[in-house]
């Protein structure tokens, strides 16, 4: 498909592709397969990918600012995440009292928060729910009710909150500032045929970009909402996007071939051009 590339992985695809985060220390592009579950690693110097097994279901990680590895949210909860070899050492478990829930997909902020959400495992339900782990390893329950909450993205100026809840087709706008966030307000209501929003970034000019699970493609939606343009992916169920290299002028997408086996690109990652910028992704502060 013109325009649109599948890195080379030696015939590996991820069951459910997530959790994309560009690393400027690293040179590198970290992403999750949940239901591998594993770690994925792609070194933009040489095209090198490295692929780390995990013990448990993992839907995103997050680099620290000022400390060596990563934040890494599991089925079982958040947790610091050391890799060569790999090391994991927990910081808690928001919802022990529902064990069939799990951590979802997150973002920072440019005060060093965390903002994760998290959704029963058989997306089945209103369980999930919204959290802030702020860096004194404190965490908080800012909103609820969320059957797949899913792509947090922060706008480039750090005042609004984009957020998700999947299996209804909406993406949520909050006000965001250093006391947290408030007035949550419907920002986008998927239509019928686009499929339903998934991962989500933004770019330098303030456009979000948004995955659409079941709908082949990423769109961009303008700062006020309205359709921008699609670009088609020749895989059915996209699940994130992320802006990374040193210009931030890549964009990497995400899939997922469960559910979509009988698909040759399903559960690849791609990369496209978006003819924009992206914007440098904040670090956790603990």
């Known amino acids: 498909m ?11 695809r991820d069951r459910l ?13 970290y992403w999750t397969d949940i239901l591998g579950p594993a770690l994925n690693r792609l070194s933009l110097a040489d095209g090198r990918v490295t692929r780390w097994p995990m013990p448990d279901m993992i839907g995103w990680v997050i680099e620290r600012r000022d400390a060596p590895g990563l934040i890494a949210g599991f089925r079982s909860g958040f947790a610091e ?3 060569d070899p790999v090391r994991i050492t927990p910081i808690v478990d928001p919802e022990p009292d529902l064990p069939d829930n799990r951590l979802n997909d997150a973002k920072a902020d440019a005060h060093g928060r965390i903002w994760a959400g998290t959704m029963p495992i058989g997306a089945d339900r209103p369980t999930g729910s919204l959290y802030r782990l702020d860096p004194d390893r404190t965490t908080t329950r800012v909103d609820t009710g969320y059957t797949v909450a899913n792509g947090p993205a922060i706008s480039p100026g750090g005042d609004w909150l984009y957020h998700t809840d999947t299996v209804p087709g909406r993406v949520y ?6 006391a ?18 998934d ?15 079941g709908g082949a493609r990423v769109s961009r939606f303008t700062p006020d909402g309205a359709l921008d343009r699609s670009i088609a992916l020749p895989a059915s169920h996209i699940t994130n996007v992320c802006f990374a290299g040193e210009a931030y002028d890549r964009l990497f997408v995400t899939s997922a071939a469960e559910g979509a086996e009988d698909e040759p690109h399903a559960g690849a990652l791609f990369e496209i051009d978006p003819g924009v910028h992206g914007v440098p992704p904040h670090l956790f502060g603990g």
């Open 173 to 178: 706008r909050f006000a965001l500032d250093e």
């Open 81 to 83: 995440l050391l890799l």
């Open 180 to 197: 947290g966030v408030r007035d949550r307000e419907l920002f986008i209501q998927f239509q019928p045929g686009w499929g339903r929003p």
């Open 17 to 29: 592709g997530e959790g994309l985060f560009w690393s400027a220390r690293a040179g590198a592009l």
């Open 2 to 12: 013109s325009g649109v590339r599948v890195i080379p992985r030696g015939g590996e």
């Open 199 to 213: 991962g989500m970034t933004v770019d330098a000019q303030g456009g979000l970009w948004i995955a659409h699970w």
